[in-house]
Structures are given as structure tokens and as C-alpha cells.
């Protein structure tokens, strides 16, 4: 084998030794409210597991299996861990919840643990026969995979610099191979480290209940002899691609494996094909490391400091030397089972070992100028090793002491992490950087089991993906199947106008002007109406003036210049008086309609403004900086003006029932509420404007519409609203989450009107 | 009747009565290079006149008929006029023109002139019938029609300051009675200043070749009992609607009239309908005047200044009081057809009466505090009257004294008009204000008989409609076929690579950074390549970086810097070396194929740079501003540097066939060259180049390809390419208009895609 540690030195390749794919699967386990096994079945919510990317069962029902999309960094694939934790949480059913260890929790008897429902039998059948072998119960252990390879551009770069191999595929295979061999010498310190299995309930066991190793911690029961595992019959070689194949299909063939996936080597040669043999000729894609128990203390399983030593430990592993003599890997096995059985505050019997492969991992991370957070993880894992009663096991035993802490601690942390996700729904933990109707769409999207592909986080960009049909959508509302017309059709507010006013729709009269001199000539036209006066592009409401009555001319002259600030050109309607609707409307039907009431708050006759305003404010739909569905009231100038004008200061005490207003403008950003008006509108106004998106040829749109009084219905006589606007970017999180009445799920009127095969 | 003139003025109505919708039909007769008529088939260019809206053929196959669509302002109007008269100036064939004068040119025998060629056989009929009826040869006399009506505000208004009348419908009606009445009673006035046709050429007389007008100029042959008119017992009422109506609808029961439109009044009432008893049901829409003669001194047939002086006359026709008698309006028409026989030197028989009538509309000019263009029309009216050798008919007969000299002036003006119009193809006159492609798509449109509507000029945005079939299009390329994702798709440079790169393309290796830390950790993956640096959102090219080799990492720094002053994100690209050229792609095919060369000039061993810039910059197809396909050479900084350079000043003197560069950068912006490389460019890149299209869901694009050799086939293995854009507003014009190869007509086959019904 060549020697890798100094080809990246003597060509710096530093950097690029850093550089891989990642991906992580994390299993766990569905319980009721008493911490048992739910014997319910996979949430519907979660869409149909004979496709779904992200989120599958394993052996049971009610296993849960997260699985991350290949990512180039740990960043990324935290992400989506934390994402496809949050559908999940936010999936399960009220009166259950994810058991937070790897050792199950009140599992019922053998027969009434549930294989996974699922329509393919072959799938029923292979896990019937593995029930058979191993055990049901065992089957329920839950755990982390960690998949890893090095990047293409390294294996490239170590491929130019070296004699021995004459290909990309044999250097890759090599380099995996070499990882694979040495992690598993090594892999007790994994163990040590991460070991959080110290006990496991006692209806885990089938018989022997005074074995119930809670008399006995050990660092991890699943590592343990006690966990699951092959037979001891099993034995695969690492040295060549060609005999990790042939090994696997002869065990197979001997009938000692019922299929070729049966085999759990704690570090499995992954190919891109689902058949071994495809690994001799597309050769390793990855290797997948899965002794990894649960971190209880982690929502996710696992935390991202784990995930960086777990990674230094990769390289590790191809910078020293190894052995590629089957006993070498042999001894590791043994040595990680040993671990695995170790008490918990025991030194370690591998101490000097560890030891020094921490040591040169130090040297690697210095060699390579890591970032310092990957020194924090060595020191942490060195200070462990010195400390047994800093591992996970040690902390673990620490805090329980029996059969009922045991269940409480893990109902605790489930139930926590459960409520967390929950807090916010509107937010999807590692992508809460994009705005709100993406996440709800990204949220939809990975719950149903649809691929996304995040093209551009920044610019809102998702790839979609059911089997060959791909579908791409910018702001959740973007996509193929609006025309690129419409959106300069809605974009010139004089332009919609023309196209609405031709087809007999109710528009306010007005006119465009290009220059203050022709506006002003217009003053004739609008002195005795009543009329707004705007720029042509809108721009956050600014250099808008409304003259409710009559305007003079010096003042319209006035509101004409300072909209002239905003754009080239602008426009003079006729100001229409009644209360502002959004409709929102996506394929020819109104799915939501919405009104916006300035920022307020209701007296109690006992709490102040503030005081009320603080209440109100507690709300976790309420946030700022549009981080959330709706703002928090602020406790500025306009607001005390606003107040002021209504003869209240913050500390007044309104009776109760009585409306003190904060502001005047209905906007959700200055702290309005949110009603939903769907089911009250008059359905006339909802024909009309799911009709008026037919001349803008637009599937999805949010249309607002004035209307002074929705209760009474349209005629032709009596149109009875005027339309102000076609929106081409409509908000859908403000629907989904209402002050008053009922949210309207839009983004996943999104996914079905781009997936209509889904649902 | 109600008094308009007290209506006006206590209601403040000054600025409303000069509004109202405006419409110019103008008849013009093609003719040979001989001056003879055009016996050719009506221009195949110029569509179908079963639907054509605007330009349309009367009487004769060979008289062309250009109709304005109806607007708010003459302004408006004139730009369509001119939009027009550059479509059919373009599309007559080259060895024929347009006749400037209203009497025709040479005519042939009666029975060789042509009758319109069109399918419709009663229409054929019906001509054949007025042939017969009125003689073919005075089918042929051309003029203009000018129709005009009242806003209906201005008559909202009116309705709502009077008593007298019931209806909105009563009082437009009554208004446009009292114009039309008015009119017919005043018209003297308007031949005596406008009239343009002294004399005619003596193949218009049948048999009495004596009485060739030329003997005896008048002021116009066409108004004068020589003209084509109705016979003089076709007298209609014009007291009131019904009145008129049954007045024609007798005469033609009666056999006076074949059809209903054969009724030649100088003023005729329209309505909605063709059939004339709708007039009854939906009232006058607008009056349309017909007695003006071609003025053969404004390429139109009419001036501005004509046309706002018939605008003030038509406010004076309501204004001043009338009479509803038969015999007013009988003395009118005598008083005109007198005017018309009148010497042009001759003081008018009128005088006191003209005078009177102008300094009224001075008066009123001054009441409606009109712009100071309309005082102007007053003064020279008033001027003309005081001195006839100022009107037309005058200035006419001052320059013509023989046949020989009528013929060579009609051929002068008509050939003059026709240069003008076909000097700069890519203008379109009206329209110049618009983006040179948006020019070219109105022009084809114009030309094929699509009716357009100009929904905001400033904005490119235009309405095509085709019976029941409606299009809009923004930019001459943003259509309803196009996805609105697809836009977005190319508007990011980073999605648009990762989706051509996912369906195999060959894209160059890059990397997108948000922020200057993270770019320049990332020197090592760039550090012995040739890269560009550039912002992700192109800004005219601006922040880009170039390192041909291998970048310095204080270089590669300092470019990152650069690239981050334009935008919050950047790219790092692979840099493909190699000619760029650009793949028009419409619909799935590549249309055109474009190489842009820095600017140049070619040797001739004689001429100095300097002079070779001037004679290249003579090219009427180089402009300055974006006003041209190509701009001018600028003799600037960066062109004498680039000289220099080159060993050269604006005064070398370039051997014969060498090749000067002015410019290193190949912008048409900087006087760059255009190649048409359609033809030329090998058939795998235009393959792929269309295939491209395809993932980004796009039917309109232009895609920008490096190829070293383009005849040289891309294969799998060598691609011999590399995409490194697609763009969503491609340019057309640059491919219409090219420095060498041939010019490819796209929007004619964006109008294809859009109608291809039509085609």
C-alpha cells in the first residue's frame, strides 16, 4: 500500500484529505405515552416508505430510520439531519414519541412486536426469517450509521502521485479498504467514547431476567456480546475488493446469511448498485460505520462534535499503517466487544492504545491546520480516556439508577425533543435561514417523501424529484407550471390593470404618468375624487399617498413628487373604500383568503397596554425580523402615537373586550393579526377572482381585492369590490399560521399541483 | 340644444374638451418606376387582408389603404401613422413605390386597372359595381380620413351639467350631430388651406383631354365636381340619427346607393356596427371626416400641424351655435365644392366668413389655454387666408408647371419617402423609443396583420391578438410558452450549471462562495488551473478576473475582492479558452448562430485608421446608444491604447487586408462585429445547444458556448466545448442585423411560435 501521509504532504493536499462525502442514518424507535413499543402503525403523514428518500422503517413498524442525502460536508449533513428530524417529531401521533436510547424501551411480548407493514412481502419475508433468527427483540436496538468517502478530487490527486495502481477505482478502493481494515482494528475507542447503552430494560430479555444488566451497567449493551450481531461463524476479509464480495456471497450461498445485506460488519464496502458482486466492477462508493449507539443527550443522535472526531478518525485511519491480515480485524472485533463489556468508570484496557492514536490524530490536525473545534474533540476524547466517567456510559449511569429512572429519563428527553420540534412549526431546523414559505414547502416536501435537492439555499431554489419526474420551484410558488408572461403581466401594475379592466373586471380608473409635468396637467382629472397617488413598482409601501377626499392641488402636486422619488413612472387611481382581502389563488381555485388587522391587543380590565402587548407577544407564532408567522408588537413611537391618538398610553388599563389599536397600517411586519376569511367570503368574490387569474395566465397568485362588505354577494349591477392587485411572489406561510380562524396548508396545494401522481 | 360653450366654461371642462380618441386612414396608389399604376398583386408581405387591421387595400388592387387603430391623442396617432408607413414602404416591391399625390399617377386603359384580388366575391362585386357606376379612374383619387370623437368622460361631464337630455347616449349623440353638421357647413375653410391636388395628370380624363386641369390649376381637383362623389340627389339629414339613418337606408332601397357605405358624405356617422340602423341602438361612436387631400409634402399625407388644427376646428364646430336645417348643411357643401374650383392664388370667395371662424378659435384657443403648437396652426391658417400662395394647393402649383414636371415631383417625393423609410430597417418609426428587438417583433407583427396593442411602451410590453387568440410579450422574447422557472433558472448562473451538469453537459468545474474567508480557503482547488472570478449576478461585466495560469494566491485574493463589490456571492470558474459564440434557441432549434469580433477595421494601404473608423462608422447600421444592431468605433482612451499596442496611432496607414483592432473585448457595445455563423457552425454543437434547452425547461434562450474549432465535431469523448451561459432576454437584432453573413429574422419566428396558425 502506498504510503498516503506522505503523498498529502509532499503534495499538499491538506485540504483536500478533508474533503468527503457524508451521510448519516439514525434509527429510533416509536412509543406510547407509557413508554411501550407503539404498536401503531407508521404515521400516514409520512407518506408511502415504497419510495420515501428520507424517512423509512428498519425491521419494525414502529422503527423509524432517518436517512441524509450523500452531502460534502458535516454542516450540510447536520442540516439535514435536523430537518428530517423535525418532520418526523412533528409526524408521530400526539400520544407517542421517539424513545431517545438505543436499547428499547417496554418492549410486549415477542409475538405482538410488529414487522413492518409494508406492500412488498419479499420485505415482510426477510425480516420474518431474520425475527426467527436473531430474535425480535434484538432487531429493536437502534442506532447511528455513519457513512464516509473521500472526495473524487482527492482520490484523483492521490491517483497522480503515486506507481502502484493504474486506476482512479483501484486507488479509491485501496484507500476505502485501508479505512475500513483500520476502523475496524480501532473501533473499541468509538465505543469507549460513545458507548451510550449501558443498560437495557428488562423486557428486553426473553428469559433470563436477572441478566437485565442494570444490576451491571457496561458502556454499551449493543456493542456487547448481548447486543445484535452476526454469528460468530461470519468472518469477511477486508484485503481485496474481490474477496469482501466472495466472502459475503459464500455465506450466502452456505445459507449462514440469508441475504447479502444480512451481514453487519460494524464497517460495510458500499457500491452503487444494492447487489454486492457491482462493488468489483463500479468498485467502493463509501464505507458505512455502524456501531454507533444513540446519544441520548442529542435530539438528533449524534452530536456534530462526534461527527468531527468520527471524521478525523477516518483519517486516521488511512494515515497509519495497517495490517491486512484477517486477525488483525479479527482482534478489533473482540477488542470493541471487550470495550463494549467494560464498566462504564473502568479505565480502559486498551488505554495505552487509545492513547496514542489520539496522540497522532493531535499530529494530523495540527499536519492538516484543521479548524479548532476539531482540536476541542481530540482534547475532549484524550481528557475521556484519562476519565472514564466523562464518556456517554459513565454519564448515562450516572443519572439512572433503576428500571423507572430509566423510563423517565428516556421519556424526559424523548418528550423534550419532540416538544421542541414542535415549538415553531413553522420552522425547519437547519434550513430556518430560508424564508418561511420555502421551509413549509421544504417541510411538506420531505414529509411526503418527495427528493429536494437544494440548489440555491440563498435564492430559495429547490429541485424536486418523484422517480423520473422533476420539477424545479423558486420561493415555494415558482414553477414550471406558471408561464414567464404572466410574471411581467403582474409585475406592471398598469399592465394588469389593462389586461383585468378588458375582461370586465372592477379596477380603480386611473392613469400612468412618466413625468411630474404631465401628472400635474392630470390634476383636472382627480381634484374631486378620491385618489391614491403611487409609484408603479411597488417598494415596501413607500411614496404612497391616499386623498380620501377631494385633493388640492398643491397636495397632490406634493404626493405626485414624492412618489416620482420611489420610480420613473407612476400611477394615479381612484382610492376604492371597503377592507382589503388577499385571495390566494393556485390552479384556477381560491385556496385561501386572508384580511390583515393592524397590531392590537383586547383589554382585560385588569392588565395594562403593555402588559397586554407582552402577553400577546409570548406567542411563539410571534417573532421578529420575519423569523416568524406573525411579528411582536413593538413598543415604539407610532405605537404610543397610535395610542396617544386614542387617549391610552402603555400604561393604561383598557376595559375589558375593548380593541386598542397600536398602529394604523394592517401590515403583519409592524405586528397586525392574521384572519382567515376562507370559509366566511361570499363565494361570488371567491368565482370572481379565481376567475381573474385566467387573462393573467397565472396558476398561482395572491390577488388582493377591496370589498366593503363581504357577507353580500356580487352582481353585475353592484360589483361590489375592486381588484388592486395581482401579486406573482404571494406569501403562504401568513395563511398557514392565523391569528383568528383556520391555517391553510398552501405549500402542499404547491406539491400536489406539481405532483398530482402523489396524491 | 344645449349651450357647450356655458357648459364648458362654468364647469371648468377646458382641459376635457380637448380630449377625445383619434383615428387616420390613408389611401395611397402604388405605382411602377414609370410613374404608371402598379398592376402587381397587392405585397404578399403584408399578409391577409381577409383580417389585416391596419393596412388594407380600397377600391384597387394596387391602393393602399393604412388604417390607425383608435387613441387618445394625436400624438399617439402619429406614431402608429409613421409605424405604418415604414411597414408599407418596406414591404412594396423594389421597382414600385407610392404615389404622394391624391389624383393618381399615370393611369392605364379603364379596363387594365385592377379591382381588389381578394377572396370575398361580394366585395369584389361591389367594386365592380361603383366602377361601373362612377368610373374606374375616380376609384383611384386618394385622400385622408380623419375620425374623431369626444372623450366619454368629457361627455359624462356635459351630461351631467345639462337638462335637456336623458341619456349619456342623447347628448353624445346630440354633440356629434352638432360636430358633424357644423363641419359640413364649415369644411370650405380646410380645403382652402389643405387642399393639395391642383391639377391631375390627363390619363385621369376618359375622353375630354382638354380639360386637363393643368391648364387651369384649382385647389382641388378632388373636392371640386371633378372629385368622386355622390350623385347630387343623395341628400342625407343630419338633424338626428334616426333621420340619418333612414335617409340612407332610402337611398339604398331606392337603388341610389348599392350599399349603405357607398354614402360619400364628408362627414359620415359611425357606430359600433358595420350595418348603419345600429347606429340607432348603440348612438354615434365617432365622425369621420373625408375630405382631406393627400399633402404630398409630408411622407404621412398629413402633417401634425394639419391634424391639430383639425382637432381645434372641431371643438369650434361645438362650440359655435349651428343650425339643425337641411339647406345649412347643402350650402356648406356648395361653398366647398366652390373652394375647391377656386384658383389657388385667388383670395377665398369666404374670406369674411374664414376669418371670422379663425379668430373665434383663438379665442377659444386661449380659453382652453391649448399648448402653443395649436396657436401656431391658428397664426398660419390665419396667414393663409390673408395670403393664399401660402396654402398648399398654391405651393403646389408654384413648383409644378408641366406634366412632365407633376410626374417627376410625385416620383421624387414617392422614392424619397420610400429611401427613408427603408434607410434604417431596424427602426421603426413611431416605435423608436422601443428596445430595437421589441422594433422588429411590432414591425413583423404590423406587417402580418396581427393587431397590437402597446400595453406600456416603456416596457416592451405588447399585446398580440389574432381573432380570439391573445398573446403578450415583453422584451420580444418573454411569451406565455416560456415557464416562469425557467427565467429563474437562468437568472442563477449557479442552478442553471448544477442542472446542465446533472444531465451530462459539459460545464466548467467551479465553485460558488458566499463570503471572502471561504473563497480564499479555497485557493487550493484553484491554484494551477486557468480561472475566472466572477460575481454570480452579471452586471455588464463587471468584477470579473481572468487568470489565463495559474493565479498567484494575492492575485486570486485580490480578484475575490473585486468580484465581491458586485454582488454577495461569487463564482470561481474552470476558464475554457476558446471562440464564444451564441445559440439563438428557439423552440427547441437553434436559429441562429452569432460570433462577435472586437472592433476593427481593415487596411486598404491607403487610408489611415482615423479614416478607415470613418468610412466603417458610415454604415447605417452603426449607431450610438443602443439606437443601431451595431454601434460606432469611438475614437477613445482604450482604442488609441489599443492601437498603441499594436505598434499603430489613429494616423498609421494599415497595409492592404490587415486587420486593425480598436478593442480588445468583443462587445457590439464597443463597435465589436457581428459573424452569422448559423450555416457554418459544425451541426453536433447546434444539437447540443438545442438539447441544452431542454432540462431548463426553456423554449426562448441564448446559449453561450466556448468551441476552439467549430468545424470540428463534438464527440463524447473530446465534447470540444464548454457551455458557460444560458440567457433569459436574449437579444435579437444583433442577429438581424450582422457585419458579415446573413441576418436571421428571429422575431418572425417568435411570431411563428406564437401564431402558427398564421404561418
Redesign the interface.
Known sequence: MMNIKDIIKVN?LE??VLEGTFGIEKEGIRVDDNQKLALTDHPELLGDRSYHPYIQTDFSEAQLELVTPPEHSLKETFKWLNALNDVMQRSVESDEYIWPFSMPACLPETEQIPIVRVRDQKEVAYREKLAEKYGKKKQLISGIHYNFSFSE?FVKKVFDHQTEYDSIKEVKNELHLKLARNFLRYQWILTYLYGAAPFAHHSFFEQDKEETPLTKPVRSVRNSSMGYHNSTDVIVRYDEVAHYVTDIEQLVAEGILSEEREFYGAARLRGNAKKIDQLNHTGIEYVEFRLFDLNPYSKLGITNEQARFIHLFSILMIWIEDSKAKEAIKEGTEKNEQTASEDPFAKSAYYQEGMELLQEMQAIASELKVESEYFEVIDQAIAALEDPSQTLAARLTQQIDSVDQYLKVGRKLGTQYKQEAKEKPYLLNGFEGMEMSSQLLLFDALQKGITVEV??E??Q?L?LQYKSHEE???NAN????????????ME?K??TK??LKSKGFNVPDGEEF?SLEEAT?AY??FKNRSVVVKPKSTNYGLGISIFKNSPQEEDFKEALEIAFKED??ILVEEFATGTEYRFFILDGKVKAVLHRVPANVKGDGRQTVRELIEQKNMDPLRGTNHRAPLEKIKFGNVEALTLKEQGYTFDSVPESGEIVYLRENSNISTGGDSIDYTDKMHSSYKELASRMAVPL?VKVTGIDLIIPDYTKPSTPEDPGYTVIEANFNPAMHMHAFVTEGKGRRLTRDILEMLFPELY
Open positions: 499538499k485540504k483536500s478530487q440548489l440555491d440563498n435564492d431554489f429541485k424545479y420551484v423558486k415558482m414553477t414550471a407550471k406558471d408561464t414567464y408572461i404572466s410574471h411581467w403581466i406592471n398598469t399592465v389593462k389586461i412618466q396637467a383636472y382629472k420613473t413612472a395566465g
